[in-house]
C-alpha cells in the first residue's frame, strides 16, 4: 500500500510540474504562407503570459516527417528537403513577459524563386527559467534550461501550384476481436509537390437492395512525396446482406473524387 501511495504521489507532483511549467499561450497555432515565389509575406504571433513570474520565451525553427501511420518525427531545421528553416525570420528572438503581458512577433517568409512546392516546419516558443549558482543541481551549469514549450505549425503553399497528384489504394479490413465495430484501412500516396487537405470517407452500398449509406468523415493532411495508412471505422448499424465497401478521397473542388473499393458481408 505504501508503495502505491508513493506511486500517486509521484504522479500528482509530476503533472504539477507540467501544469506549472506551461503558463504561457502563443496564438495562433497552425500559419499558412501563401505568397507567390520570390515574394515576401509576414505574419504575426501573439504571445501571452498567464502566471504569476516573469517568462523569457526564446524562438527557434525545426523540421518534422510524418510517417506512415502519422507518427512525427521532429528534426534539426534544414534537414529536410521541404524545410521552411532557411527562408524564415522572425523578430525579435526571444521575448520577455511579465504577468499578464503580450507582446507580438513577427515572422517573414521568404518564398524561393522558382519553386512551386509546398514546405512546412515549426515554430518553437520555449520558455526558460535562470538557475543561479545556488538553485542550480551540481552536475547541470548554472544558465538557462527549459521548463515549457508551445509548438505552432508553419506552412507554405504557393497560390499557383500544379494538380494534386494523390492516389487511394488497398482498402482492407484490419477488425480484431477488441473492436465494437469494423475497422479497415486504406493507402493515401502523395506523389506531387503539394501540400494538400483531404477528406476520407466509406460509403457502404447494398448489392440487393436500393441503399446506400455515407460515414462519418475525417480529415488528414497527405505530405508531398509520402505515404500514410488511413484508419476508417464501419459501425454496426447496417441491415444483414452483401455491400461494395468503398473508401472515397476527396481533396478539393477542382478535382475528380478518387476511390478503393470491395465487398463485404454483413451477418
Given at each position: 500500500?505504501?508503495?502505491?501511495?508513493?506511486?500517486?504521489?509521484?504522479?500528482?507532483?509530476?503533472?504539477?510540474?507540467?501544469?506549472?511549467?506551461?503558463?504561457?499561450?502563443?496564438?495562433?497555432?497552425?500559419?499558412n504562407f501563401r505568397s507567390e515565389p520570390g515574394e515576401t509575406e509576414t505574419r504575426t504571433f501573439t504571445i501571452?503570459?498567464?502566471?504569476?513570474?516573469?517568462?523569457?520565451?526564446?524562438?527557434?525553427?525545426?523540421?518534422?516527417?510524418?510517417?506512415?501511420?502519422?507518427?512525427?518525427?521532429?528534426?534539426?531545421?534544414?534537414?529536410?528537403?521541404?524545410?521552411?528553416?532557411?527562408?524564415?525570420?522572425?523578430?525579435?528572438?526571444?521575448?520577455?513577459?511579465?504577468?499578464?503581458?503580450?507582446?507580438?512577433?513577427?515572422?517573414?517568409?521568404?518564398?524561393?524563386?522558382?519553386?512551386?512546392?509546398?514546405?512546412?516546419?515549426?515554430?518553437?516558443?520555449?520558455?526558460?527559467?535562470?538557475?543561479?549558482?545556488?538553485?542550480?543541481?551540481?552536475?547541470?551549469?548554472?544558465?538557462?534550461?527549459?521548463?515549457?514549450?508551445?509548438?505552432?505549425?508553419?506552412?507554405?503553399?504557393?497560390?499557383?501550384?500544379?494538380?494534386?497528384?494523390?492516389?487511394?489504394?488497398?482498402?482492407?479490413?484490419?477488425?480484431?476481436?477488441?473492436?465494437?465495430?469494423?475497422?479497415?484501412?486504406?493507402?493515401?500516396?502523395?506523389?506531387?509537390?503539394?501540400?494538400?487537405?483531404?477528406?476520407?470517407?466509406?460509403?457502404?452500398?447494398?448489392?440487393?437492395?436500393?441503399?446506400?449509406?455515407?460515414?462519418?468523415?475525417?480529415?488528414?493532411?497527405?505530405?508531398?512525396?509520402?505515404?500514410?495508412?488511413?484508419?476508417?471505422?464501419?459501425?454496426?448499424?447496417?441491415?444483414?446482406?452483401?455491400?461494395?465497401?468503398?473508401?472515397?478521397?476527396?481533396?478539393?473542388?477542382?478535382?475528380?473524387?478518387?476511390?478503393?473499393?470491395?465487398?463485404?458481408?454483413?451477418?
Amino acid at each position: 500500500m505504501k508503495k502505491r501511495l508513493l506511486l500517486i504521489s509521484v504522479k500528482i507532483f509530476a503533472i504539477s510540474i507540467c501544469l506549472v511549467a506551461q503558463d504561457f499561450e502563443v496564438a495562433p497555432i497552425r500559419m499558412n504562407f501563401r505568397s507567390e515565389p520570390g515574394e515576401t509575406e509576414t505574419r504575426t504571433f501573439t504571445i501571452r503570459n498567464h502566471g504569476n513570474r516573469k517568462e523569457t520565451i526564446v524562438l527557434a525553427t525545426r523540421d518534422y516527417l510524418v510517417h506512415r501511420h502519422g507518427e512525427r518525427e521532429l528534426l534539426p531545421p534544414g534537414t529536410t528537403r521541404y524545410s521552411m528553416a532557411n527562408w524564415i525570420t522572425f523578430n525579435p528572438s526571444f521575448v520577455e513577459l511579465q504577468p499578464n503581458e503580450e507582446e507580438v512577433v513577427q515572422v517573414t517568409f521568404q518564398a524561393p524563386l522558382d519553386d512551386y512546392s509546398s514546405k512546412w516546419g515549426i515554430m518553437s516558443f520555449a520558455s526558460t527559467i535562470e538557475r543561479t549558482a545556488y538553485s542550480a543541481d551540481k552536475n547541470v551549469q548554472t544558465g538557462l534550461f527549459v521548463s515549457g514549450r508551445v509548438d505552432a505549425y508553419i506552412t507554405y503553399t504557393p497560390p499557383t501550384t500544379q494538380e494534386p497528384n494523390i492516389v487511394i489504394s488497398n482498402l482492407r479490413e484490419v477488425t480484431s476481436e477488441d473492436d465494437k465495430d469494423r475497422i479497415f484501412t486504406v493507402n493515401i500516396d502523395n506523389l506531387g509537390d503539394n501540400l494538400t487537405r483531404c477528406e476520407l470517407y466509406l460509403i457502404a452500398s447494398s448489392l440487393v437492395a436500393d441503399v446506400e449509406k455515407k460515414f462519418e468523415t475525417i480529415r488528414i493532411t497527405a505530405y508531398p512525396q509520402s505515404s500514410r495508412t488511413i484508419e476508417l471505422e464501419l459501425p454496426d448499424v447496417l441491415e444483414k446482406g452483401r455491400y461494395s465497401l468503398a473508401a472515397i478521397l476527396d481533396y478539393g473542388s477542382k478535382t475528380y473524387l478518387k476511390g478503393t473499393q470491395i465487398t463485404i458481408d454483413v451477418d
